[in-house]
């Protein structure tokens, strides 16, 4: 009998290095870690992002993630966001949020976030918008995270932000008996 895939999910606003995480802590804990799947989508459209996108967004980054929990090592999956991140950016271009995602909020879950805080330079991309609100969607991140009544722990440090998401993660899974 196979054991529950423990699901971690690396977040929080623009350029504080979730990517570098998710790989990072994939790497360290010998297992796989499911991409941002917006990235992808939104590399490819020639106009502004709508409710369609959204929805198109969501489904991917749950369809992603599915994939990835059949070749998780060690029972365990790390996730470089998730699609909570289509509700915050909804919510904030869109004025409102996709009822399917509202829906799904309260039955797909994460076993553990951790929650980057903005406290790294800003690194220029194209498919970054928000370069001066880091803090305010930092509490957005704080806002729907309590929300969800999500387990999370914010973490930070510029020279030794991996190793401090090592340690959280390890005091995580020390409760976790894997």
Same mark, same amino acid.
């Given at each position: ?27 360290? %804990? ?27 967004? /969501? ?20 996730? $470089?966001?998730? /699609? ?7 919510? %904030? ?18 076993? /553990? %976030?951790?929650?980057?805080?903005? $406290? ?9 918008? #928000?370069?001066?609100?880091? $803090?305010? #969607? ?31 993660? $390890?005091? #995580? ?6």
């Amino acid at each position: 009998m196979n054991k529950k895939i423990i699901k971690i999910a690396v977040v929080g606003p623009e350029s504080t290095g979730k990517s570098t995480i998710a790989a990072a802590l994939a790497k360290h %804990y010998q297992t796989v870690w499911v991409p941002e799947y917006a990235r992808y989508y939104c590399e490819g459209l020639t106009t502004s992002c709508t409710m369609q996108d959204e929805i198109n967004m /969501f489904y991917g980054q749950l369809a992603l993630e599915k994939s990835m929990e059949t070749v998780a090592q060690n029972n365990l999956l790390i996730c $470089d966001t998730t /699609f909570l991140t289509v509700k915050i950016w909804s919510d %904030y271009q869109l004025g409102e949020t996709p009822k399917l995602v509202l829906d799904a909020l309260k039955v797909c879950t994460y076993d /553990f %976030y951790i929650l980057l805080k903005n $406290d790294i330079p800003w690194q220029e991309d194209p498919l970054r918008d #928000f370069k001066n609100m880091g $803090d305010y #969607f930092m509490n957005v991140w704080r806002k729907e995270l309590t929300a969800l009544n999500a387990h999370y722990v914010e973490v930070g440090g510029t020279e030794n932000r991996i190793e401090n998401v090592i340690s959280v993660v $390890d005091s #995580f899974l020390s409760l976790k008996h894997l």
